[in-house]
């Protein structure tokens, strides 16, 4: 089992930043891949950023915006949120998974979730 905090969240006005930050613990070794989701009221979980040892990927919306990086000493991923937007308001989930040749899998392990609320 691989266990995911987070922290970070909050109210800030467009324009603003923010900083999410997730801690894993357990089976590290099982895992490859670490993301962030979000999901904003009525709509589906989307994925944000997914990072691995090999790079990055982002949804077209945040690009240029926002910034994931993890530290491997300390098991922690970050989300780095600057130009925040009111359609980014969400409550942003940490997702932790494996990533090969067919692609990002994750499902299996989610923080609890982090309220983000940008006001205009």
């Known amino acids: 089992q691989v266990q995911l905090v987070e922290s970070g969240g909050g109210l800030v006005q467009a324009g603003e930043s923010l900083r999410l930050s997730c801690a894993a613990s357990g089976r590290i070794s099982s895992i490859n891949a670490m993301a962030w989701y979000r999901q904003a009221p009525g709509k589906q979980r989307e994925l944000v950023a997914a990072i691995t040892s090999g790079g990055t990927t982002y949804v077209d919306s945040v690009k240029g915006r926002f910034t994931i990086s993890r530290d491997n000493a300390k098991n922690t991923v970050y989300l780095r949120m600057n130009s925040l937007k009111p359609e980014d308001t969400g409550v942003y989930y940490c997702?932790?998974?494996?990533?090969?040749?067919?692609?990002?899998?994750?499902?299996?392990?989610w923080g609890q979730g982090t309220q983000v609320t940008v006001s205009s």
């Open positions: 997702a932790a998974g494996r990533f090969d040749n067919s692609g990002y899998k994750f499902g299996d392990y």
